[in-house]
């Protein structure tokens, strides 16, 4: 049975709620929290560590459809049009456990693409991640995670930031968050019918056959769960009509309907009656696609990653500055689902946290694996094996490596089945 993912404890585990500051983190030994090479996270299935009872909500939908799909391979989708973004997307899909996105480099980004996204992620089931490395004052990323022209907290599921101005940062966005999710958890949804007007048309002319879509009103709402057009001429444009060949042709009904979702915030999903997928085939088991189904949608939550380690050459996310990652991390076990890093972080007990990795790439198919160096800008690259199988990540983030493929669909696939053979040959190594 699918355990229920109740929400992380907000207990903090110092008394007086504040952070080590970074500054007496310095005085700490840089390896003092590396990661154990011996901790349970390293050995646990995916499945497994979604049974934990603290597991974050979005973590543990995040794990149980990592197993059924059998990919731990996040797309870094950098593309600057919404066309490329959303043909990526549905290439890819059915590959990946994620899709990272640029926002701010697509060039006509807007509801339109939001929409379309939003509609591929749930038919092919991924998250989709906003790498927007937030690093600014507490009341700056509140106004550029919630609003502004991407209002990435309506639609994203994962973001992340850097911990550079401070452990408030994390508390912000956290707080951003939760007014967010309050938002969707109302919908106010607005039904267009455009039915032909009772005269009989002229023998020249043509009427369109009846029509009704439903559409979230953005114009009373914030987002309505963000999974449709902003306005009541877009959604009449979507249709494939104007506002005057509408009132010329059709008699126009609408109905607003306002609904509550009865999903708690930060989303805990009930127990299902399915047994849990395994990492080995199980022949006498439910489909995958039975599986999907009964995980249900993600659930109604959202979750940060730490900028606690980077892939580029000289970069200055270690030592002090990661292990304070880490400890922000544990403050934040509501908020905060894990880590963008080279290596698992996790070193304590009771430590779950996820670590997605950028920074892996394959040589060409029936090349020689090895040599994989760097891009000459500063990339550094390293094989799934290498970052799953020694290193203990949980996902690998891949980008180019893939969106310069010529079948980006059969490369995604190529990627998936590398590192998911790294992770089973970890977990039965480590066993």
């Known amino acids: ?112 693409t939001i929409a379309r996204l939003q509609e591929i992620a749930r038919r092919k089931r991924f998250l989709i991640f906003e790498d927007r490395k937030f690093g600014d004052i507490g009341s700056t990323v509140q106004k550029q995670y919630t609003s502004g022209p991407l209002r990435i907290a309506t639609w994203a599921s994962l973001t992340n930031c850097t911990l550079f101005p401070g452990p408030s940062i994390v508390s912000a966005l956290s707080a951003a968050a939760t007014s967010t999710l309050t938002a969707l958890s109302t ?52 249709n494939g009509y104007t506002r005057n060949r509408l009132n010329s042709a059709h008699s126009i009904e609408t109905t ?35 599986q999907l189904a009964e995980l249900g949608r993600e659930p109604l939550s959202r979750g940060l990653l730490l900028l606690a380690e980077m892939s580029s050459e000289g970069n200055w996310c270690t030592g002090a500055y990661t292990d304070a990652c880490v400890e922000a991390a544990r403050e934040h076990p509501e908020f905060v689902i894990g880590f963008i890093a080279q290596r698992s972080l996790n070193a304590e007990d009771g430590d779950n946290f996820l670590t997605m990795t950028p920074g892996v790439s394959l040589p060409p198919a029936g090349a020689d694996r090895g040599g994989l160096r760097g891009d000459g800008l500063g990339q550094q690259y390293n094989s799934p094996r290498r970052v799953v199988g020694q290193l203990g990540s949980d996902v690998i983030i891949v980008g180019r490596g893939i969106l310069n493929a010529e079948d980006r669909g059969r490369e995604a696939e190529r990627y998936r089945r590398e590192g998911w053979r790294a992770y089973e040959e970890r977990v039965r190594r480590t066993a």
Do not use: W
């Open 256 to 290: 607003t309907t306002i609904e509550t979702y009865s999903e708690p915030l930060g989303g805990r999903r009930p127990s299902l009656a399915q047994s849990p997928p395994s990492t080995a085939a199980n022949l006498d088991g439910p489909s995958p696609a039975d």
């Open 187 to 238: 919908s106010v949804k607005t039904d267009i019918t455009a039915s032909p007007r009772t005269e009989t048309p002229s023998p020249t002319s043509s009427s369109p056959s009846p029509t009704t879509s439903t559409f979230p009103d953005q114009a009373t709402t914030k987002s309505g769960r963000g999974e449709s057009f902003s306005t009541y001429d877009a959604a009449i444009r979507a």
């Open 1 to 112: 049975m699918f355990s229920a993912c109740q929400p992380a404890p907000t207990k903090h585990a110092h008394q007086n709620g504040a952070l080590t500051s970074l500054s007496s983190l310095k005085t700490k030994s840089a390896s003092a929290m590396a990661a154990n090479p011996g901790h349970a996270s390293l050995k646990q299935t995916y499945t497994e560590r979604a049974s934990h009872p603290d597991t974050h909500p979005l973590v543990c939908y995040l794990l149980h459809l990592i197993s059924i799909k059998k990919s731990n391979l996040a797309l870094s989708a950098d593309v600057t049009t919404s066309a490329e973004l959303l043909a990526v997307a549905e290439e890819t899909g059915g590959s990946i456990c994620i899709l990272k996105t640029h926002a701010d480099i697509v060039t006509d980004f807007g509801d339109r």
